[in-house]
């Protein structure tokens, strides 16, 4: 089992919502990322946790917020965000801790800020 | 800085076999990855090189050549569903995140 759920699917917020992506994954990986995707480009990585630390920030603002509660669950907390954070959303996961990892990816959630 | 440069449009007919290369200057390698992406979907992952040479999975084959700094993926028998974007990606360190080519769009006729 290879899966990587993320939820909504689609998200259509105002700039002055509160909202929260959410990804779980069941494979015991202890690896889990974030990536943001535009139309037409590759994804860009936000944030990575490693063992439910947050071990890489790419600089992300503010208004975005990560979270993982527990190894199998990965949030991501919207707020006051703008027209141009419109995109795919990507969640990933991967073992953790070993020298070469596959990561595999969820659906994505794919987010309209209006 | 890291770089990964890759086709951005490629065209071939069923039945065809088309080869998509990639090429990398990156700080570090612990691996390169191959990915299709269907529009509006996740990248499902195809293959993965960490040594020199050719993998073969079926219809899809990957070769890496890390003193070339050079990949490329190989479809045989092309379907109309392989229709997609094939993104390459690097693995620069083990533990962290991977940095994407720009991805090549596969367009496959009949």
């Known amino acids: 089992d290879t899966e990587v759920t993320q939820t909504p699917k689609h998200l259509v917020m105002g700039m002055t919502n509160k909202k929260s992506l959410k990804c779980e994954q069941h494979?015991?990986?202890?690896?889990m990322y974030w990536y943001k995707q535009k139309a037409k480009k590759p994804p860009e990585l936000m944030f990575v946790?490693?063992?439910?630390?947050?071990?890489i920030n790419e600089s992300v603002p503010s208004r975005f917020s990560p979270e993982c509660p527990n190894s199998s669950l990965l949030n991501l907390h919207l707020h006051a965000l703008q027209p141009e954070d419109s995109a795919l959303y990507l969640c990933?996961?991967?073992?953790?801790?070993?020298?070469?990892?596959?990561?595999?990816f969820g659906p994505g959630t794919r987010l309209l800020v209006l | 800085g890291q770089n990964i440069d890759q086709p951005t449009e490629m065209t071939a007919t069923e039945g065809a076999i088309v080869q998509i290369n990639c090429t990398y200057q990156?700080?570090?390698?612990?691996?390169l990855f191959w990915y299709q992406q269907h529009a509006g979907e996740a990248p499902t992952f195809l293959s993965y090189?960490?040594?020199?040479g050719l993998e073969e999975k079926g219809r899809f084959s990957s070769f890496l050549s890390r003193s070339k700094g050079y990949s490329y993926l190989l479809l045989k028998e092309l379907q109309m569903k392989d229709s997609a974007s094939y993104l390459c990606?690097?693995?620069?360190?083990?533990?962290?995140?991977?940095?994407f080519g720009k991805g090549t769009t596969l367009s496959v006729s009949s």
């Open positions: 090189n960490v040594l020199d």
């Open positions: 946790y490693s063992y439910e630390k947050l071990s």
């Open positions: 990933a996961s991967s073992r953790g801790g070993e020298v070469h990892e596959t990561q595999y």
């Open positions: 494979m015991g990986h202890r690896a």
């Open positions: 990156t700080s570090g390698f612990n691996g």
């Open positions: 990606a690097v693995a620069v360190q083990a533990g962290t995140a991977l940095i």
